[in-house]
């Protein structure tokens, strides 16, 4: 949960690294791209982050619970021709019900053509790209921009323990560090 929110912090202030100083303002309506089987967290994130829970689109699943990438699409163009600005797409890579993983080849594409932030909630399948077997479920993670993990979930840990990694090194220190100095 702590992940997704930074994850989400960090997309919104790389996008528009005014908002860290001056909030949000009125004319910023920026959406958020999840599936309907993602985890709760964006909600929660949406929320404190001041971008509005009207402001995520859930779209839907395929019959084995990976998002529907066509469904993607016309939903970061539906928002585009609403004026709005697609930010964040939040893939999940082992849903917390159904276990399944979104394509995120093909979602990392998608991102890259309408330049979106791609997150890969990895809180409970992250652990697979430690398996020779599986790891070929998280296929283009290396594409996100950050990527969370959870060891309290599949590798047993038994107090929370979350992992949030990005891309780009320095994204965390300029997105998130906040000090009493008024130029941060
Ligand atoms: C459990 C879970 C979360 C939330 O993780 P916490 O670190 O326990 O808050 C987020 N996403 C998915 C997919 C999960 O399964």
Redesign the pocket.
Known sequence: ????LVAVLSARNTLDPNIKKTGLRQQHDLVLFISDQA?Y?YVSAANVLGLGVQNIIRVKSDELGRMDTEALEFAIQTAIKENKTPLFIGA?A???VLGAFDSIEEIANIASKYNLWLHI?G??GGSALLSNSYNSLLAGSELADSFSW?A??MMGVPV?C?VILTRNSGVLFDTCTTTDDKET
């Open positions: 949960t702590q992940a997704n985890h967290s999940t082992g849903t917390t909630d809180a409970f959870d309290h979930k929370p979350s």
